[in-house]
Each structure stands twice: as structure tokens, then as C-alpha cells.
């Protein structure tokens, strides 16, 4: 019974690291969770026979060496719904009848009202993260990681291009969301991602860009938030 139980929580333990950090490797996989090679791959053939997962083709940032290319894995539409409340459907009837009833611009409101709360809480947090934009994205993913979004954050692009000028040399942060507990709701309702958004934009002091949803049947949710370059990039490259 007890290495049953054990190895249940371990399969747990998978399939909620790679909804944070899917795509993600076996050998990645293995590094995060203290685990051999071997013993992760059994746990990913378990959850790919119970359809809770995906196989996609290792991007160049999970791949290593050459060869055959990595598989990495991410949470199937099934894997994300396990992970979901149960309340998931009388939700979605409430809000269909708030929306018949009292019309779409209702619904907004309530998901600027629900997201408002986390926003007023959030905002304390980041606020003592000081005004560096990437100490406050730090800020905002530890603090959606708490409350279940399973966030992570990345930096991408090329600051020193951004400071020349470059148009393909964009740089920011790009902030992750592996899980979503109302992505049920807002796959009909998007105007909770709206709001997410626009909140996001509030606490980190500039406008980001949302590039992916889960309720759009992305594997994670993307947004991109714009990093200045460093003011003395700026000077040396005039």
C-alpha cells in the first residue's frame, strides 16, 4: 500500500512540473525532481497511456547534443483538466445566464472584479520588489505559482540589439502560466484572460503582450513583458 501511495505521489509530482515547465525533457524532468531517467520515463509512459500528456519535439532550449532530438512533454487537454475544480461546469452555467441575462459587458465586469482581488494583493508584494521590472516579474510569479497558476519566467531577445535600435531585437521577459484554474470559464469567456492581462500591464508598470492562452489550446500561457535596456547599452551604442 505505502509504495503504491508513494508512487502515486510521484506520478503527481511529474505531471505537475511539466505543466509548469512543459515542453519539457525526461532528463529535465529527472534534474527537477531528484529522480533517475528511467524511473521518470515510467511515470511519463503511465501518464501518456492515461492521454494526461503530449509528446512534442524538444525546442533547442531543451534539446541537448546531437542526434536523434529529445522528445519533451507537455499536459494534454486531459492532463490540464485533471488539474481542474470540479466546479468547472456550474461556473460556465453562471456565467452563461449572467451573460443572457445582464449581457456580456457583465461578465467583464466580474472578471475585472475577481481579478481585482488578486491585483490588490499582488500589488503589495511587488511593490516591496522595488521598481526593477524583472524583480517584479520574479514578485508576480511567486506569487501566482502560490495561488496555483504554476508561473515561470524566462528572459528572451536581445537587449543589446533593443539599445541599437534593431526592430528584431526585442528584448523582455517572457512570463509562463502552466496551469489556469478558470481555463474552463475562460475558454468561452475570454474577457478573464482580458483582465488577467490588463493587470499584469498595471502591476509591472508597462504594457505587455499576451502571445498565448491555454484557453486558446496553447499548452501554456505567454505573455511577453518589455525589459528597457540598460542605460549605459544605450550611451556605449551612440
Known amino acids: 500500500m505505502v509504495p503504491h501511495t508513494l508512487e502515486s505521489r510521484t506520478r503527481d509530482r511529474v505531471l505537475r512540473v511539466i505543466g509548469e515547465r512543459g515542453p519539457v525533457t525526461a532528463t529535465a524532468l529527472a534534474d527537477e525532481l531528484g529522480l533517475t531517467v528511467p524511473a521518470v520515463r515510467r511515470h511519463l509512459d503511465n501518464l501518456g497511456e492515461s492521454r494526461l500528456i503530449e509528446e512534442r519535439e524538444a525546442t533547442s532550449s531543451t534539446s541537448r547534443g546531437r542526434g536523434r532530438p529529445a522528445r519533451a512533454y507537455v499536459l494534454s487537454e486531459g492532463g490540464h483538466q485533471s488539474l481542474d475544480s470540479d466546479y468547472d461546469h456550474l461556473a460556465t452555467e453562471a456565467l452563461r445566464f449572467l451573460s443572457t441575462e445582464a449581457g456580456d459587458d457583465a461578465v467583464r465586469r466580474f472578471a475585472e472584479s475577481r481579478v481585482g482581488s488578486l491585483e490588490e494583493r499582488y500589488a503589495v508584494e511587488l511593490a516591496a520588489a522595488g521598481p526593477d521590472t524583472e524583480a517584479r516579474v520574479q514578485a508576480l510569479v511567486a506569487a501566482l505559482t502560490r495561488d496555483g497558476f504554476a508561473a515561470s519566467a524566462r528572459p528572451v531577445g536581445d537587449p543589446k540589439a533593443t539599445a541599437r535600435g534593431s526592430a528584431t531585437g526585442l528584448s523582455g521577459i517572457q512570463l509562463c502560466q502552466g496551469h489556469c484554474p478558470v481555463q474552463h470559464v475562460a475558454r468561452e469567456f475570454p474577457q ?28 501554456v500561457c505567454t505573455t511577453f513583458v518589455p525589459t528597457k535596456p540598460e542605460p549605459s547599452t544605450e550611451r556605449s551604442s551612440r
Open 192 to 219: 478573464f484572460c482580458d483582465a488577467e492581462t490588463d493587470a499584469f500591464s498595471r502591476l509591472l508598470g508597462v504594457h505587455v503582450q499576451r502571445l498565448a492562452t491555454l484557453a486558446q489550446g496553447d499548452h
